[in-house]
């Protein structure tokens, strides 16, 4: 049976944020327990914890009011921003989950290229609008629907900008953060009076490793509120499109190339992205294959099955391909960037594909990609809804990424794909992006699974890969590799002792708790 909120708690808390901005409703509390998202076809169910109560703070005060109730009468508290993943829900027993949604401002600084961001807005806004002043934010992964804030403080940060913009976790600067003890710790130089949000690190060490770790406690140590990013350089104009979703009648980006490119063998594959990543000449970069190719192009279950069947994008994709984007201030810097990406391509034995290869909506799968991160997570998650993985996952060189770990996860998707455990979209669908110029990539491979199938083993193929990249002493999840155990957990020791100092009495929620116990 779920617990239930305290009379004098829920008074206080009507105080605190006003009457219509808390609720304990149980039609309200259902509606924050269901999550048919990232990380629930992996372990079979989508109805997580009920939580006792929700709260929509509208200022960092109300958030610390939020925290201090929760204190006072023992509860936990978990926030989110757009709640994308399963763990944005309550995880344990006795949770007020925090809806950030009121917390929606939005600013941009154009004379020093940063914005400021609350908790709530999503990142395709705060792209749109930066655009209108000749910059871009990083965009995650996780599309233009996700909020910057949580992918630079709470969560991963990477995505095929990244390649030109970094990762949201690097491009911090300034933060404010209501830590579980109820005060207010800000980072950067906002921890100077008068400062501003401008730089990273200001006087003294930096903290911003703290509030994170590898990837992020996913809302589990306290709540930040406001976070300020660096911005990177847009050569316009804004990005325009018309038509009806879920394709769109784009408008050409001026002097910019885009193109699928294919190789023969990962060993290529590889050779390419080192010379590509010292090139510095790619704007946004993203490896996928056939399955989510054609998961992408089509518009409903029925049509995919049909494309599966013809087998056409197999054919040419199905060792995997790469979106490239290239965007320069002039006709003569992006002639410049394509002559170099040819002849980088051509050394290393890959085809370069127009994006148009499959008609007007290849080319809008391409673009919008490249352009907004709009197409990836529905690559996930169609024609099934549910996504899980094949380990290991890893942020690491691309040696290591393409020569170690991928062979694993490459044979455990085969192994169950081949069982009918999971969807046979075409087993190497591994995801890709390059990060910052450098040799250092992200990897993770996709599994479509129906969890309520008789065959379906939606954990199973993930365990696999994971015992088999444990034995070869590779950390299956964003863990350093190779290494002891001790080594690969090595920032989730240290987050637990972090932990540990600033939430003594766990009253946060979720994987704070693991955390705490490891270290």
């Known amino acids: 049976m779920p617990l239930s909120m305290p009379e004098e708690a829920y008074e206080e808390l009507k105080k605190a944020v006003?009457?219509?901005?808390?609720?304990?409703?149980?039609?309200?509390?259902e509606t924050y327990s269901?999550?048919?998202g990232l990380a629930q076809g992996g372990v079979g169910f989508h109805w997580c914890r009920l939580p006792i109560g929700v709260v929509l703070p509208g200022t960092t005060e109300e958030v610390q009011k939020i925290v201090g109730i929760c204190r006072k009468y023992k509860l936990k508290f978990k926030a989110h921003s757009s709640a994308w993943i399963g763990m944005a829900m309550a995880m344990t027993g006795n949770v007020i989950i925090l809806d950030m949604r009121r917390m929606d401002k939005l600013e941009i600084n154009d004379r020093d290229g940063y914005l400021v961001t609350e908790s709530?807005?999503?990142?395709?806004?705060?792209q749109i609008e930066a655009m209108k002043k000749g910059l871009q934010p990083h965009l995650v992964g996780a599309g233009p629907n996700a909020s910057n804030l949580a992918s630079a403080t709470s969560m991963q940060g990477t995505g095929g900008t990244s390649v030109r913009t970094s990762m949201n976790e690097r491009n911090v600067l300034a933060v404010e953060w209501v830590l579980p003890n109820g005060e207010v710790l800000r980072l950067g130089s906002l921890n100077s009076p008068g400062a501003g949000w401008f730089c990273g690190d200001g006087p003294g060490p930096s903290?911003?490793?703290?509030?994170?770790?590898?990837?992020?406690?996913v809302g589990g140590n306290g709540v930040f509120t406001r976070v300020a990013l660096k911005l990177y350089p847009w050569y316009g104009p804004e990005y325009r499109c018309g038509g009806e979703?879920?394709?769109?009648?784009s408008e050409e980006v001026p002097d910019s190339y885009l193109r699928y490119v294919v190789w023969d063998s990962h060993d290529n594959e590889a050779e390419a992205l080192y010379k590509l990543g010292e090139a510095e000449i790619i704007d946004y970069n993203n490896r996928w294959a056939a399955g989510a190719f054609t998961s992408g192009i089509t518009t409903s279950n029925q049509e995919y099955l049909e494309a599966e069947a013809a087998g056409e994008y197999k054919e040419k994709f199905g060792n995997g391909f790469w979106t490239f984007f290239m965007h320069a201030p002039s006709e003569r810097a992006i002639a410049h960037r394509i002559k170099v990406f040819e002849k980088i391509i051509a050394d290393t034995n890959g085809e370069i594909l127009d994006t148009m290869i499959f008609g007007k909506r290849s080319y809008e799968l391409a673009l919008q990609n490249a352009v907004r991160a709009i197409w990836i997570a529905k690559a996930a998650y169609m024609p099934?809804?549910?996504?899980?993985?094949s380990m290991p996952m890893a942020y690491e060189n691309i040696d290591q990424c393409f020569k170690h770990a991928l062979p694993i996860s490459l044979k455990a998707k085969e192994t169950y794909a081949r069982q009918d455990k999971i969807l046979n979209e075409g087993v190497d669908n591994c995801y890709v992006c390059m990060d910052?110029?450098?040799?250092?990539i992200h990897i993770e491979h996709a599994c479509l699974v129906e969890p309520w199938e008789p065959e379906a083993e939606p954990s199973a193929v993930a365990m696999a890969g994971m015992i088999e990249a444990l034995a070869r002493g590779i950390g299956p999840i964003y863990m350093s590799f190779p290494g002891s155990p001790r080594d690969m957990m090595r920032y989730m020791i240290y987050m637990g002792r972090i932990q540990n100092m600033i939430d003594p009495d766990s009253i946060t929620d979720g994987m704070s708790a693991i955390s705490k116990i490891i270290g």
Do not use: C, K, W
Request: proline letters at 10%.
């Open 207 to 217: 903290l911003r490793g703290m509030m994170r770790g590898a990837v992020g406690q």
């Open 34 to 36: 269901y999550m048919n």
């Open 436 to 440: 910052e110029d450098s040799h250092y």
């Open 120 to 126: 709530f807005p999503p990142a395709g806004v705060a």
């Open 245 to 249: 979703p879920p394709f769109y009648d």
């Open 18 to 29: 006003g009457e219509r901005n808390v609720s304990i409703e149980p039609e309200v509390l």
């Open 384 to 389: 099934t809804s549910h996504n899980t993985g």
